[in-house]
Protein backbone atom coordinates (compact mmCIF):
# COMPACT_ATOMS: atom_id res chain seq x y z
CA UNK A 1 0.00 0.00 0.00
CA UNK A 2 2.04 2.64 -1.28
CA UNK A 3 1.85 6.23 0.63
CA UNK A 4 0.92 4.73 4.05
CA UNK A 5 2.83 4.35 6.84
CA UNK A 6 3.03 0.24 7.43
CA UNK A 7 0.53 0.05 9.94
CA UNK A 8 -1.93 1.65 8.09
CA UNK A 9 -0.75 0.02 4.88
CA UNK A 10 -1.78 -3.43 6.68
CA UNK A 11 -4.56 -2.92 8.11
CA UNK A 12 -6.01 -1.57 4.61
CA UNK A 13 -4.73 -4.45 3.00
CA UNK A 14 -6.77 -6.91 5.34
CA UNK A 15 -9.76 -4.84 4.97
CA UNK A 16 -9.75 -5.41 1.12
CA UNK A 17 -9.59 -9.18 2.09
CA UNK A 18 -13.70 -8.58 3.02
CA UNK A 19 -16.25 -9.42 -0.31
CA UNK A 20 -16.74 -5.79 -2.33
CA UNK A 21 -13.92 -4.14 -0.74
CA UNK A 22 -11.79 -1.62 -2.75
CA UNK A 23 -8.71 0.22 -1.73
CA UNK A 24 -11.11 3.90 -0.95
CA UNK A 25 -13.27 1.75 0.73
CA UNK A 26 -10.96 -0.12 2.65
CA UNK A 27 -8.99 2.98 3.69
CA UNK A 28 -12.14 4.80 5.37
CA UNK A 29 -12.37 1.78 7.33
CA UNK A 30 -9.13 1.57 8.36
CA UNK A 31 -8.90 5.29 9.41
CA UNK A 32 -12.25 5.19 11.51
CA UNK A 33 -10.25 1.76 13.35
CA UNK A 34 -7.77 4.27 14.00
CA UNK A 35 -10.66 7.29 15.21
CA UNK A 36 -11.89 4.24 17.46
CA UNK A 37 -10.78 4.39 21.18
CA UNK A 38 -8.17 1.53 22.44
CA UNK A 39 -11.30 -0.47 24.03
CA UNK A 40 -13.68 -0.11 20.75
CA UNK A 41 -10.21 -1.50 18.59
CA UNK A 42 -9.92 -4.31 21.56
CA UNK A 43 -13.42 -4.93 21.24
CA UNK A 44 -13.69 -5.16 17.21
CA UNK A 45 -10.45 -7.48 17.48
CA UNK A 46 -11.69 -9.81 20.10
CA UNK A 47 -15.12 -9.96 18.34
CA UNK A 48 -13.31 -11.38 15.27
CA UNK A 49 -11.00 -14.16 17.09
CA UNK A 50 -13.98 -14.86 19.02
CA UNK A 51 -15.88 -15.78 15.98
CA UNK A 52 -13.68 -17.68 14.34
CA UNK A 53 -12.77 -19.84 17.50
CA UNK A 54 -16.30 -20.35 18.63
CA UNK A 55 -18.38 -20.57 15.74
CA UNK A 56 -18.56 -23.91 13.97
CA UNK A 57 -21.23 -25.98 12.00
CA UNK A 58 -23.78 -27.89 13.81
CA UNK A 59 -23.24 -31.29 13.79
CA UNK A 60 -26.64 -32.11 12.40
CA UNK A 61 -27.87 -29.91 10.19
CA UNK A 62 -24.39 -27.74 9.07
CA UNK A 63 -25.31 -24.47 10.17
CA UNK A 64 -23.41 -21.91 12.21
CA UNK A 65 -23.52 -22.37 15.53
CA UNK A 66 -21.06 -22.24 18.80
CA UNK A 67 -22.48 -25.22 20.69
CA UNK A 68 -22.71 -29.02 19.55
CA UNK A 69 -26.17 -29.18 17.86
CA UNK A 70 -27.37 -25.74 16.72
CA UNK A 71 -30.82 -24.63 18.34
CA UNK A 72 -33.23 -25.13 15.33
CA UNK A 73 -31.99 -28.94 15.68
CA UNK A 74 -33.20 -28.79 19.27
CA UNK A 75 -36.22 -27.80 18.92
CA UNK A 76 -37.92 -27.52 15.79
CA UNK A 77 -39.79 -30.25 13.85
CA UNK A 78 -37.47 -32.73 12.37
CA UNK A 79 -39.83 -34.70 10.37
CA UNK A 80 -39.25 -31.71 7.51
CA UNK A 81 -35.66 -31.17 6.39
CA UNK A 82 -35.14 -28.18 4.46
CA UNK A 83 -31.99 -28.32 2.15
CA UNK A 84 -30.17 -25.16 1.64
CA UNK A 85 -26.90 -24.16 -0.22
CA UNK A 86 -25.33 -21.97 2.64
CA UNK A 87 -25.73 -20.89 6.23
CA UNK A 88 -27.34 -17.84 4.93
CA UNK A 89 -30.12 -19.21 3.33
CA UNK A 90 -31.19 -20.60 6.67
CA UNK A 91 -31.41 -16.41 8.06
CA UNK A 92 -33.01 -15.47 4.65
CA UNK A 93 -35.78 -18.77 5.19
CA UNK A 94 -36.04 -18.22 9.05
CA UNK A 95 -36.88 -14.41 8.64
CA UNK A 96 -39.96 -15.63 6.53
CA UNK A 97 -40.98 -17.47 9.96
CA UNK A 98 -43.49 -19.91 7.80
CA UNK A 99 -41.50 -22.50 8.21
CA UNK A 100 -41.06 -24.92 11.47
CA UNK A 101 -38.65 -27.98 10.55
CA UNK A 102 -35.20 -28.16 10.78
CA UNK A 103 -32.42 -27.60 7.94
CA UNK A 104 -29.32 -29.25 6.20
CA UNK A 105 -26.97 -27.02 5.09
CA UNK A 106 -24.96 -28.55 1.83
CA UNK A 107 -22.11 -26.18 1.86
CA UNK A 108 -22.10 -25.72 -1.92
CA UNK A 109 -23.76 -27.41 -4.88
CA UNK A 110 -22.47 -30.04 -7.77
CA UNK A 111 -20.89 -27.83 -9.85
CA UNK A 112 -18.77 -30.19 -12.47
CA UNK A 113 -17.35 -26.75 -14.10
CA UNK A 114 -16.00 -25.73 -10.36
CA UNK A 115 -14.76 -29.20 -10.21
CA UNK A 116 -17.65 -29.71 -7.33
CA UNK A 117 -18.79 -33.13 -6.97
CA UNK A 118 -21.64 -34.47 -4.67
CA UNK A 119 -18.57 -36.13 -2.52
CA UNK A 120 -17.69 -32.62 -2.17
CA UNK A 121 -21.34 -31.27 -0.37
CA UNK A 122 -22.62 -32.60 2.84
CA UNK A 123 -25.14 -35.10 0.52
CA UNK A 124 -23.98 -37.98 2.59
CA UNK A 125 -24.90 -36.40 6.08
CA UNK A 126 -28.00 -35.49 5.04
CA UNK A 127 -28.52 -39.26 3.55
CA UNK A 128 -27.40 -40.52 7.30
CA UNK A 129 -30.47 -38.05 9.04
CA UNK A 130 -32.83 -39.56 6.56
CA UNK A 131 -31.34 -43.24 7.63
CA UNK A 132 -32.01 -42.49 11.34
CA UNK A 133 -35.99 -42.86 10.09
CA UNK A 134 -38.93 -40.36 11.06
CA UNK A 135 -38.29 -37.48 8.26
CA UNK A 136 -41.59 -37.46 5.82
CA UNK A 137 -40.48 -34.64 3.20
CA UNK A 138 -37.35 -32.74 2.30
CA UNK A 139 -38.24 -29.33 0.56
CA UNK A 140 -34.96 -28.94 -1.49
CA UNK A 141 -34.31 -24.59 -1.69
CA UNK A 142 -31.40 -24.65 -3.32
CA UNK A 143 -31.40 -21.57 -5.79
CA UNK A 144 -33.27 -21.45 -9.10
CA UNK A 145 -30.03 -21.73 -11.19
CA UNK A 146 -28.73 -24.44 -13.17
CA UNK A 147 -26.63 -25.91 -10.24
CA UNK A 148 -29.20 -25.28 -7.96
CA UNK A 149 -31.84 -27.22 -10.20
CA UNK A 150 -29.27 -29.69 -10.70
CA UNK A 151 -28.15 -30.25 -7.28
CA UNK A 152 -31.58 -30.59 -6.34
CA UNK A 153 -32.53 -33.18 -8.77
CA UNK A 154 -29.23 -35.46 -7.78
CA UNK A 155 -30.63 -35.23 -4.30
CA UNK A 156 -33.96 -35.76 -5.03
CA UNK A 157 -33.23 -38.78 -7.47
CA UNK A 158 -31.41 -40.13 -4.17
CA UNK A 159 -34.20 -39.75 -1.87
CA UNK A 160 -37.11 -40.22 -3.52
CA UNK A 161 -36.82 -43.90 -3.85
CA UNK A 162 -36.76 -44.21 -0.07
CA UNK A 163 -40.66 -43.13 -0.04
CA UNK A 164 -39.68 -39.64 1.59
CA UNK A 165 -41.59 -36.68 -0.33
CA UNK A 166 -39.38 -34.28 -1.91
CA UNK A 167 -40.47 -30.90 -2.81
CA UNK A 168 -39.10 -27.52 -4.40
CA UNK A 169 -39.59 -24.30 -3.28
CA UNK A 170 -42.28 -22.66 -5.76
CA UNK A 171 -40.64 -19.86 -8.24
CA UNK A 172 -42.70 -17.08 -9.70
CA UNK A 173 -43.49 -13.40 -9.72
CA UNK A 174 -41.53 -11.70 -6.36
CA UNK A 175 -44.44 -10.28 -4.00
CA UNK A 176 -44.35 -6.60 -4.27
CA UNK A 177 -42.85 -6.52 -7.95
CA UNK A 178 -43.83 -5.29 -11.22
CA UNK A 179 -44.06 -7.86 -13.81
CA UNK A 180 -43.34 -5.49 -16.52
CA UNK A 181 -39.62 -6.21 -14.66
CA UNK A 182 -39.72 -9.37 -14.22
CA UNK A 183 -37.50 -11.58 -16.87
CA UNK A 184 -39.17 -13.56 -19.07
CA UNK A 185 -37.67 -16.81 -17.04
CA UNK A 186 -39.51 -15.95 -14.20
CA UNK A 187 -42.54 -15.27 -16.36
CA UNK A 188 -42.79 -18.57 -17.91
CA UNK A 189 -42.39 -20.31 -14.54
CA UNK A 190 -44.84 -18.53 -13.05
CA UNK A 191 -47.30 -18.91 -15.99
CA UNK A 192 -46.75 -22.97 -15.83
CA UNK A 193 -47.13 -22.99 -12.22
CA UNK A 194 -50.25 -21.04 -12.40
CA UNK A 195 -52.59 -21.59 -9.93
CA UNK A 196 -56.63 -21.64 -9.83
CA UNK A 197 -58.01 -18.98 -7.47
CA UNK B 1 -28.50 -9.01 16.34
CA UNK B 2 -31.90 -11.13 16.29
CA UNK B 3 -31.87 -14.51 14.64
CA UNK B 4 -28.11 -14.52 14.79
CA UNK B 5 -26.17 -16.64 17.50
CA UNK B 6 -24.22 -14.51 19.82
CA UNK B 7 -20.58 -14.70 18.67
CA UNK B 8 -22.11 -13.47 14.98
CA UNK B 9 -23.82 -11.52 16.06
CA UNK B 10 -21.23 -9.67 18.01
CA UNK B 11 -19.38 -9.74 15.14
CA UNK B 12 -22.01 -7.94 12.98
CA UNK B 13 -22.84 -5.65 15.50
CA UNK B 14 -18.97 -4.55 15.70
CA UNK B 15 -18.85 -4.58 11.74
CA UNK B 16 -21.76 -1.93 11.79
CA UNK B 17 -19.64 0.66 13.59
CA UNK B 18 -17.65 1.28 10.59
CA UNK B 19 -18.40 4.08 8.11
CA UNK B 20 -21.25 3.60 5.98
CA UNK B 21 -21.55 -0.09 6.78
CA UNK B 22 -25.63 -1.33 7.64
CA UNK B 23 -26.51 -4.72 8.79
CA UNK B 24 -26.71 -6.44 5.57
CA UNK B 25 -22.77 -5.14 4.43
CA UNK B 26 -22.14 -5.94 7.91
CA UNK B 27 -23.46 -9.31 8.34
CA UNK B 28 -21.54 -10.41 4.42
CA UNK B 29 -18.43 -9.33 6.00
CA UNK B 30 -19.08 -11.46 9.15
CA UNK B 31 -19.34 -14.54 7.50
CA UNK B 32 -16.56 -14.03 5.34
CA UNK B 33 -14.32 -14.09 8.36
CA UNK B 34 -16.31 -17.03 9.22
CA UNK B 35 -15.14 -18.61 6.42
CA UNK B 36 -11.62 -17.25 6.73
CA UNK B 37 -8.57 -19.86 7.96
CA UNK B 38 -7.79 -19.40 11.73
CA UNK B 39 -4.65 -17.94 10.87
CA UNK B 40 -5.72 -15.20 8.61
CA UNK B 41 -8.76 -14.47 11.29
CA UNK B 42 -5.76 -13.48 13.56
CA UNK B 43 -3.80 -11.87 11.36
CA UNK B 44 -6.85 -9.59 10.18
CA UNK B 45 -7.47 -9.14 14.46
CA UNK B 46 -4.02 -8.35 15.04
CA UNK B 47 -3.43 -5.76 11.96
CA UNK B 48 -6.70 -4.04 13.89
CA UNK B 49 -4.83 -3.92 17.07
CA UNK B 50 -1.14 -3.20 15.75
CA UNK B 51 -2.79 -0.34 13.57
CA UNK B 52 -4.13 1.56 16.76
CA UNK B 53 -1.08 0.59 19.03
CA UNK B 54 1.54 1.94 16.40
CA UNK B 55 -0.55 4.89 15.08
CA UNK B 56 -1.01 7.95 16.22
CA UNK B 57 -0.13 12.05 15.53
CA UNK B 58 3.28 13.23 14.34
CA UNK B 59 4.45 15.70 16.95
CA UNK B 60 5.03 18.04 14.67
CA UNK B 61 2.22 18.01 11.92
CA UNK B 62 -0.03 16.44 13.51
CA UNK B 63 -0.63 13.84 10.45
CA UNK B 64 -0.40 9.72 11.17
CA UNK B 65 2.65 8.30 11.65
CA UNK B 66 4.37 5.28 13.32
CA UNK B 67 7.49 7.23 14.92
CA UNK B 68 7.71 10.47 16.91
CA UNK B 69 8.46 12.79 13.59
CA UNK B 70 6.66 11.74 10.28
CA UNK B 71 8.49 11.10 7.17
CA UNK B 72 7.22 13.89 5.66
CA UNK B 73 8.57 16.41 8.16
CA UNK B 74 11.40 14.64 8.54
CA UNK B 75 12.77 15.35 4.79
CA UNK B 76 10.85 18.19 3.62
CA UNK B 77 10.77 21.78 3.15
CA UNK B 78 9.26 23.21 5.99
CA UNK B 79 9.57 26.76 4.84
CA UNK B 80 5.94 26.11 3.43
CA UNK B 81 3.06 24.40 5.52
CA UNK B 82 0.03 23.08 3.55
CA UNK B 83 -2.90 23.53 6.58
CA UNK B 84 -5.40 20.56 6.01
CA UNK B 85 -8.34 19.29 7.91
CA UNK B 86 -7.75 15.53 8.22
CA UNK B 87 -5.68 13.23 7.75
CA UNK B 88 -6.76 11.96 4.54
CA UNK B 89 -6.20 15.30 3.04
CA UNK B 90 -2.82 14.46 3.47
CA UNK B 91 -3.13 11.47 1.27
CA UNK B 92 -5.34 13.34 -1.27
CA UNK B 93 -2.68 16.08 -1.53
CA UNK B 94 0.41 13.80 -1.77
CA UNK B 95 -1.16 11.62 -4.61
CA UNK B 96 -0.76 14.73 -6.55
CA UNK B 97 2.53 14.78 -6.11
CA UNK B 98 2.78 18.74 -6.87
CA UNK B 99 3.46 19.74 -2.97
CA UNK B 100 6.87 19.63 -1.52
CA UNK B 101 6.34 21.24 1.90
CA UNK B 102 5.35 19.93 4.85
CA UNK B 103 1.64 19.78 6.52
CA UNK B 104 -0.21 21.18 9.31
CA UNK B 105 -3.40 18.97 10.05
CA UNK B 106 -5.40 20.74 12.29
CA UNK B 107 -7.91 17.51 12.90
CA UNK B 108 -10.96 19.59 12.18
CA UNK B 109 -12.61 22.72 11.80
CA UNK B 110 -13.78 26.01 13.25
CA UNK B 111 -17.31 25.32 13.50
CA UNK B 112 -19.56 26.90 16.41
CA UNK B 113 -22.48 24.92 15.17
CA UNK B 114 -21.24 21.92 16.64
CA UNK B 115 -19.69 24.04 19.53
CA UNK B 116 -15.71 23.48 17.63
CA UNK B 117 -13.92 26.47 18.79
CA UNK B 118 -10.54 27.58 17.48
CA UNK B 119 -9.02 26.20 21.31
CA UNK B 120 -10.41 22.62 19.59
CA UNK B 121 -9.00 22.43 16.64
CA UNK B 122 -4.58 22.48 16.36
CA UNK B 123 -4.19 26.15 15.64
CA UNK B 124 -1.93 26.50 18.67
CA UNK B 125 0.45 24.23 17.02
CA UNK B 126 0.84 25.48 14.23
CA UNK B 127 1.31 29.01 15.64
CA UNK B 128 4.25 27.60 17.71
CA UNK B 129 5.40 25.94 14.44
CA UNK B 130 5.64 29.18 12.67
CA UNK B 131 7.03 30.89 16.04
CA UNK B 132 10.27 28.82 15.37
CA UNK B 133 10.65 30.70 12.29
CA UNK B 134 12.06 29.81 8.92
CA UNK B 135 8.26 29.45 7.77
CA UNK B 136 7.86 31.53 4.39
CA UNK B 137 4.06 31.25 3.26
CA UNK B 138 0.78 28.84 4.75
CA UNK B 139 -1.59 27.40 1.88
CA UNK B 140 -5.11 27.04 3.27
CA UNK B 141 -6.27 23.87 2.22
CA UNK B 142 -9.42 23.22 3.89
CA UNK B 143 -12.50 22.18 2.27
CA UNK B 144 -14.43 25.17 0.02
CA UNK B 145 -17.25 24.89 2.25
CA UNK B 146 -18.66 27.39 4.99
CA UNK B 147 -16.32 25.74 8.09
CA UNK B 148 -13.53 24.75 5.83
CA UNK B 149 -13.47 28.98 4.54
CA UNK B 150 -13.88 30.29 7.99
CA UNK B 151 -11.08 28.34 9.35
CA UNK B 152 -8.98 29.60 6.38
CA UNK B 153 -9.94 33.11 7.15
CA UNK B 154 -9.69 33.01 10.66
CA UNK B 155 -6.03 31.41 10.86
CA UNK B 156 -5.10 33.67 8.14
CA UNK B 157 -6.07 36.85 10.29
CA UNK B 158 -3.36 35.37 12.66
CA UNK B 159 -0.59 34.49 10.48
CA UNK B 160 -1.11 37.35 7.89
CA UNK B 161 0.02 39.88 11.21
CA UNK B 162 3.24 37.83 11.34
CA UNK B 163 4.26 38.99 7.72
CA UNK B 164 4.03 35.49 6.34
CA UNK B 165 2.29 34.87 2.57
CA UNK B 166 -0.90 32.98 3.21
CA UNK B 167 -2.30 31.35 0.03
CA UNK B 168 -5.78 28.97 -0.55
CA UNK B 169 -6.05 26.39 -3.06
CA UNK B 170 -7.70 27.29 -6.81
CA UNK B 171 -10.81 26.65 -6.81
CA UNK B 172 -12.63 26.18 -10.24
CA UNK B 173 -14.29 23.87 -12.89
CA UNK B 174 -12.08 20.41 -12.29
CA UNK B 175 -9.90 19.15 -15.04
CA UNK B 176 -11.74 16.56 -16.73
CA UNK B 177 -15.41 17.44 -15.72
CA UNK B 178 -17.93 19.00 -17.99
CA UNK B 179 -19.00 23.05 -17.47
CA UNK B 180 -22.92 21.48 -18.15
CA UNK B 181 -22.55 19.43 -14.61
CA UNK B 182 -20.34 22.09 -12.76
CA UNK B 183 -22.39 23.85 -9.72
CA UNK B 184 -23.39 27.34 -9.96
CA UNK B 185 -20.78 28.20 -7.09
CA UNK B 186 -18.00 26.48 -8.67
CA UNK B 187 -18.81 28.13 -12.00
CA UNK B 188 -19.10 31.53 -10.48
CA UNK B 189 -15.67 30.89 -9.03
CA UNK B 190 -14.28 29.85 -11.71
CA UNK B 191 -15.22 33.06 -13.64
CA UNK B 192 -14.08 35.21 -10.64
CA UNK B 193 -10.85 33.39 -10.67
CA UNK B 194 -10.11 33.36 -14.59
CA UNK B 195 -6.50 33.70 -15.72
CA UNK B 196 -5.71 35.39 -18.99
CA UNK B 197 -3.87 32.82 -21.36
Known sequence: MSGYIEPIGRLIN?????????????????????NMTESEAKS???????????V?????CGNYTDED????????????????????DVLAMEKAREFKGVYHVLHGVISPMDGVTPNDIRIKELLARI?????KEVIMATNPDVEGEATAMY??????????KVTRLAHGIPIGSEIEYADEITISRAILDRKEI
Open 155 to 164: ISSLIKPLGI
Open 56 to 60: HYCSK
Open 131 to 135: AEGGV
Open 14 to 34: EFTKLPGVGAKTAQRYAYSVI
Open 69 to 88: VCDICKTRDASIICVVKEPK
Open 44 to 54: FAESILNAKSK
